[in-house]
């Protein structure tokens, strides 16, 4: 079983201490290959580093996150048009839009969020987006952009079926994390989750965040990384009622295909 975990936040401090074993483990339990999440100009930066320091199993993308739109100015677009180019960075986001949080202003995230749209357009590069408590504008404006960028993947899909319906109409991507595994906030994704198109579901971690609250033992440190990523693929497995074998080789061949790594 080889899988690929689309969003690990290999970037966060966290990491820093055992960064080598985090690898060694993912490897271990079959994660053959990591996109490492660049949500911020620094944080793409650092991204990219990671990848060419690990040829062939990290990759990155390169955004700002809507906690950070604030922060986004005509040097961080072309700083982020940069990276964009470089061929470890096989994304652009994580962009979107949080109006759950409001760590920026709406007027901030819908400016930044656009602008990274036009980057991916522009660039011909996929979209690895982020969106909570924002449906309405973030689907107003995939439909405005989505004929001009070639694919676009919903990371960690937490939102109803509608929403998920709305997003596959665009011929959308659906990023599942760990959230599935939560019984308190994550179980309607398990009445759903078999309506995803094998060839649009991908899977990851979001790690060091989403710890699947399923997994036995539990860690002390309750920090999670891209190892637990086969533990998440045989809980949507079941719910979906194939064989895990079956939903990792689809995912695997479909995050080959939209990140170019095939």
Same mark, same amino acid.
């Given at each position: @079983?080889?899988?690929?975990?689309?969003?690990?936040?290999?970037? %966060?401090?966290?990491?820093?201490?055992?960064?080598?074993?985090?690898?060694?483990?993912?490897?271990?339990?079959?994660?053959?290959? @990591?996109?490492?999440?660049?949500?911020?100009?620094?944080?793409? =930066?650092?991204?990219?580093?990671?990848? !060419?320091?690990?040829?062939?199993? +990290?990759?990155?993308?390169?955004?700002? /996150?809507? /906690?950070?739109?604030? *922060?986004?100015?005509?040097?961080?677009?072309?700083?982020?048009? =940069?990276?964009?180019?470089?061929?470890?960075?096989?994304?652009?986001?994580?962009?979107?839009?949080?109006?759950? !949080?409001?760590?920026? &202003?709406?007027?901030?995230?819908?400016?930044?969020? *656009?602008?990274? +749209?036009?980057?991916?357009? =522009?660039?011909?590069?996929?979209?690895? +987006? /982020?969106?909570?408590?924002? %449906?309405?504008?973030?689907?107003?404006?995939? !439909?405005?952009?989505?004929?001009?960028?070639?694919? @676009?993947?919903?990371? $960690?899909? #937490?939102? #109803?079926?509608?929403?998920?319906?709305?997003?596959?109409?665009?011929? $959308? %991507?659906?990023?599942?994390?760990?959230?599935? $595994?939560?019984?308190?906030?994550?179980?309607?994704?398990?009445?759903?989750?078999?309506?995803? &198109?094998?060839?649009?579901? @991908?899977?990851?971690?979001?790690?060091?965040?989403?710890?699947?609250?399923?997994?036995?033992?539990?860690?002390?440190?309750? !920090?999670?990384?891209?190892?637990?990523?086969?533990?998440? $693929?045989?809980?949507?497995?079941?719910?979906?009622?194939?064989?895990? *074998?079956?939903?990792?080789?689809?995912?695997?061949?479909?995050?080959?295909?939209?990140?170019?790594?095939?």
């Amino acid at each position: @079983m080889q899988l690929i975990d689309i969003g690990a936040n290999l970037t %966060h401090e966290s990491f820093r201490h055992d960064f080598d074993d985090v690898l060694a483990r993912a490897r271990n339990h079959g994660v053959a290959r @990591m996109v490492v999440t660049g949500a911020s100009r620094e944080g793409s =930066e650092e991204a990219l580093l990671l990848a !060419r320091a690990h040829p062939g199993l +990290l990759y990155a993308t390169a955004g700002v /996150h809507p /906690h950070h739109a604030a *922060e986004y100015d005509d040097a961080v677009d072309a700083r982020l048009r =940069e990276l964009a180019r470089k061929p470890e960075v096989r994304a652009v986001g994580e962009a979107g839009l949080d109006y759950f !949080r409001h760590l920026s &202003p709406r007027e901030a995230q819908l400016a930044a969020f *656009e602008r990274q +749209l036009a980057i991916a357009a =522009e660039l011909g590069k996929p979209l690895f +987006l /982020h969106q909570r408590d924002a %449906h309405e504008d973030f689907l107003a404006l995939l !439909r405005r952009w989505r004929d001009r960028v070639p694919a @676009m993947v919903v990371h $960690c899909f #937490t939102d #109803t079926r509608e929403a998920l319906h709305d997003y596959l109409a665009l011929d $959308c %991507h659906i990023g599942i994390t760990g959230w599935i $595994c939560d019984e308190r906030r994550g179980s309607h994704l398990r009445e759903f989750v078999r309506e995803i &198109p094998a060839n649009r579901l @991908m899977i990851e971690t979001d790690s060091p965040y989403l710890l699947p609250r399923t997994v036995r033992p539990q860690p002390s440190h309750r !920090r999670n990384e891209p190892m637990y990523l086969k533990h998440i $693929c045989e809980e949507i497995a079941r719910d979906r009622g194939e064989a895990v *074998e079956v939903t990792a080789a689809n995912s695997t061949v479909t995050a080959e295909a939209f990140f170019g790594l095939a």
